[in-house]
C-alpha cells in the first residue's frame, strides 16, 4: 500500500457511529489498533431514530460491566403487551416479569432516546482511544488496485486511509451501494416509521401502566390500526416521557395514498390508546425508515479491505412480535471488528481474510438468527397477519363479549362465520396457519 | 396537547439549514411521466406540493434525511438524492 500522513492513515475506519459503528470502533480502540469513527451529525444520534427499548443489555454488559449505572437509559422494560386492534376494539396479551434478568441485572431490555444514548456509546469509544469525527460526511470510498484503501470525507483534503473500512452508515448505506455490495431497494423492502415523544409526569406514567418505580412498558399493536397499509405501530414509557409511533410499508402507503403522520394521530385517538397518551405534551416528532425484509435485503458483507454491518446490512428484525435492530447492530459490528483486528494481525486486508466475519457473525447469533426467521418477515409484514388477522381476533372478542338479548354462539361457529365472512378462503387459512407455524415455531 | 397538526409537529424538530439542497427535484419528470406522485403521501415531512400543472414544488429545508422519497419514487431521475453536508440539516434531541 503507499504511504499516507499519519494523520490521514488508521487501521480501521467505522463509518456511521450508531449502535453498529459505535461498538465497533470502542472493540477495535481496546484491541490497541488506530480507529477512526466518522458521523456526519452533529453528535452521534442526531440522525437517529428508534422505538426505542435497546434489547442488546447482556451483549452490552461485556464490554462495559453494569453499563446501565452510567449510561443514559429510560426505563427497563418489564412489561410487554401486544395488542391486536380492530377500528374500536383492542385484545391485548400481557406479560410481566418482575425478576429473572427482567427488572434485575444484567436487564432484558431498555427503553432509550437515541440522541443521549448514542452520544453516550461513541464517549464510550472514544474513551477507548477511538477517534471520534462528527459532522463528517462520507461520500465515497477511495481504492487502490481494486481494493477499498479508505474513504473521501466531503471536504477539502478529504481522502482518509484505512486498512479496513467497516460501513455501519444505516439502512440508506450509501457506502455498501459504493462499494458494489448492495443494489437499490424496493418499495416493499422498507417501512417508515414516524414517531412522538410525549412528555408525561413519571408519577402519572407509573400509575396509569401500572409499574413499580421506574420499570417501564413496552407495547406492540397489530390490526387495524394502520388502517389498510401494512404495519403497526408502537408504545413505550421513558421515565418522563413517552415514545410511540406508527410503521407502515412504503409499497402499501403508496398503494392506500395514507400519509404516515395522519395515521399517527388516528392511533393516537384509538379508544385504547387515548387514555394512555391523554395529558402529553409533544417534544419532538422524527421519522426514519427501516429494513423490514431481513435476510432477503443482506448484501454482499465483505470486500477486499472492507466489511459491512448493523442496518447497512440488513440485520433488523422487523417481524410482528420482534422489532430489534440496536441489539443486532452491536452483534454485527462487533463481529465485524473482531474480523478487522484479526486481519490487521495477519497484516492481510483481502476479502479472503475478511470471509471469516461470516463465522464470527454466526458465532454472535447474528445470521443464525436471520436465517432461522428468514420467512418471517415476507409474510408477517402481509396484510392478513398484520392488519387482518389481529382485526378479526378483536372483532370476534367484542362478539365473545357482547350481550344484547341475541342468542350465544360457541366459539367455533363464530370464528367459522366470521372467516366466511371475510375475503380470506379456507385453503388459504391452513397456508397461512403452516406459515406462521413455519416461522416462529421450529 | 396530545393531539397535534402536522405544522405543530414540525415545529418540534431542529433543523440547521445548509446553503446547498441535498434533494433536487426535477419537476419536469414529474409533470410529464409521473401519474402516481408518491412523494406527496409519503414524505413525512410533507414537503412535496403538487402544482396545478402536475408538476412539484420542493423544500429542502424541513428535511428528516430519511430516504423515503427516494424509494417511494416511481420515476428514474426526478430526484437527486444525497446527506447535506456535515453537521447540517436535522438534528433530533429525544428521538
Ligand atoms: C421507528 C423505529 C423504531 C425502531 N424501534 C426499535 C426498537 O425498539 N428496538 C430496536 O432494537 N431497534 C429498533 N429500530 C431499529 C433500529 O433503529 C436500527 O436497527 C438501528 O438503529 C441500526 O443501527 P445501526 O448502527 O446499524 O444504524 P444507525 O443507527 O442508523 O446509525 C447509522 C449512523 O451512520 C451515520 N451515517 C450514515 N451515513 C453516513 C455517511 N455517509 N457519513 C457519515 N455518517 C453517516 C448516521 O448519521 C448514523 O449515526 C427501530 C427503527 C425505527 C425507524
Ligand atoms: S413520485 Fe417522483 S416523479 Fe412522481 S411526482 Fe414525486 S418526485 Fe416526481
Ligand atoms: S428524505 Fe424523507 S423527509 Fe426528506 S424529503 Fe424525502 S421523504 Fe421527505
Not at chain 1, 461485556?62 to 429510560?74: D, G, K, M, R, S
Not at chain 1, 477511538?130 to 481522502?159: C, K, P
Not at chain 1, 440488513?314 to 471488528?337: D, I, K, P, R, V
Request: proline fraction near 5%; charged fraction near 20%; charge should be positive.
Amino acid at each position: 500500500m503507499t504511504t499516507h500522513p499519519a494523520n490521514q492513515q488508521f487501521d480501521v475506519i467505522v463509518v456511521g457511529a450508531g449502535p453498529a459503528g459505535s461498538a465497533a470502533a470502542l472493540l477495535v480502540a481496546r484491541a490497541g489498533l488506530k480507529v477512526l469513527l466518522l458521523e456526519r451529525g452533529e453528535y452521534p444520534g442526531a440522525k437517529n431514530v428508534s422505538g426505542a427499548v435497546f434489547y442488546g443489555s447482556a451483549i452490552l454488559n461485556e464490554l462495559i460491566p453494569n453499563w446501565w449505572e452510567q449510561a443514559p437509559v429510560e426505563r427497563p422494560v418489564c412489561r410487554r403487551d401486544i395488542a391486536f386492534m380492530s377500528p374500536t376494539t383492542a385484545v391485548a396479551l400481557d406479560f410481566r416479569c418482575a425478576g429473572a434478568g427482567f427488572a434485575t441485572a444484567p436487564y432484558n431490555g431498555f427503553t432509550v432516546l437515541r440522541p443521549k444514548f448514542d452520544r453516550w456509546l461513541a464517549a464510550q469509544a472514544e474513551a477507548a482511544g477511538a477517534f471520534v469525527l462528527t459532522s463528517a460526511v462520507v461520500d465515497d470510498v477511495l481504492r487502490e488496485n481494486g481494493r477499498i484503501v479508505g474513504v473521501r470525507v466531503r471536504r477539502e483534503q478529504g481522502e482518509i486511509y484505512g486498512k479496513v473500512v467497516i460501513a455501519c452508515d444505516g439502512v440508506n448505506s450509501f457506502l455498501a451501494k459504493k462499494a458494489g455490495l448492495q443494489r437499490e431497494f424496493h418499495p416493499h423492502e422498507l417501512s417508515l416509521g414516524v414517531k412522538e415523544v410525549l412528555g408525561l409526569d413519571p408519577a402519572i406514567i407509573q400509575d396509569r401502566f401500572h409499574l413499580t418505580d421506574n420499570d417501564g412498558i413496552a407495547y406492540e399493536y397489530l390490526g387495524a390500526i394502520t388502517e389498510d397499509v401494512h404495519g403497526g405501530a408502537f408504545l413505550y414509557t421513558n421515565r418522563d416521557s413517552l415514545s410511540l409511533g406508527v410503521i407502515g410499508q412504503v409499497s402499501s402507503l403508496v398503494e392506500r395514498r395514507k400519509r404516515p403522520y395522519e395515521l399517527l394521530e388516528r392511533f393516537k385517538a384509538h379508544p385504547a390508546v387515548a387514555p394512555l397518551v391523554r395529558g402529553g405534551k409533544l417534544r419532538e416528532y422524527s421519522a426514519h425508515l427501516i429494513p423490514e425484509s431481513g435476510w432477503a435485503m443482506k448484501p454482499k458483507l465483505y470486500t477486499d479491505g472492507m466489511l459491512v454491518a448493523g442496518d447497512a446490512a440488513g440485520f433488523c428484525l422487523a417481524a410482528g412480535l420482534y422489532l430489534e435492530g440496536m441489539n443486532y447492530a452491536m452483534q454485527s459490528g462487533l463481529a465485524a471488528a473482531e474480523t478487522a483486528i484479526l486481519a490487521c494481525q495477519k497484516g492481510n486486508f483481502s476479502a479472503r481474510t475478511l470471509s471469516v466475519y461470516q463465522k464470527n457473525l454466526k458465532q454472535r447469533h447474528v445470521s443464525t438468527d436471520f436465517r432461522a426467521y428468514r420467512h418471517a418477515p415476507s409474510f408477517v409484514n402481509g396484510p392478513r397477519l398484520q392488519n387482518l388477522y389481529p382485526e378479526m381476533v378483536a372483532q370476534g372478542m367484542e362478539q365473545i363479549f357482547r350481550v344484547d338479548g341475541a342468542p350465544k354462539r360457541k366459539i367455533l361457529p363464530l370464528a367459522y362465520r366470521m372467516v366466511r365472512q371475510s375475503s380470506i378462503k379456507p385453503g388459504q387459512l391452513l397456508r397461512d396457519v403452516y406459515q406462521v407455524a413455519r416461522a416462529y415455531l421450529w | 396537547m396530545v393531539m397535534t397538526t402536522h405544522e405543530e409537529k414540525m415545529r418540534t424538530v431542529r433543523f440547521r439549514v445548509g446553503a446547498t439542497p441535498h434533494i433536487v427535484v426535477n419537476s419536469e419528470i414529474c409533470r410529464n411521466e409521473c401519474s402516481v406522485h408518491a412523494c406527496v403521501y409519503v414524505c413525512p415531512a410533507n414537503l412535496f406540493v403538487p402544482l396545478d400543472d402536475g408538476g412539484i414544488l420542493f423544500n429542502y429545508e424541513q428535511c428528516f434525511e430519511c430516504g423515503t422519497c427516494y424509494i417511494a419514487c416511481n420515476q428514474e431521475g426526478a430526484i437527486r438524492w444525497s446527506y447535506p453536508d456535515g453537521g447540517y440539516g436535522v438534528t433530533f434531541r429525544e428521538s
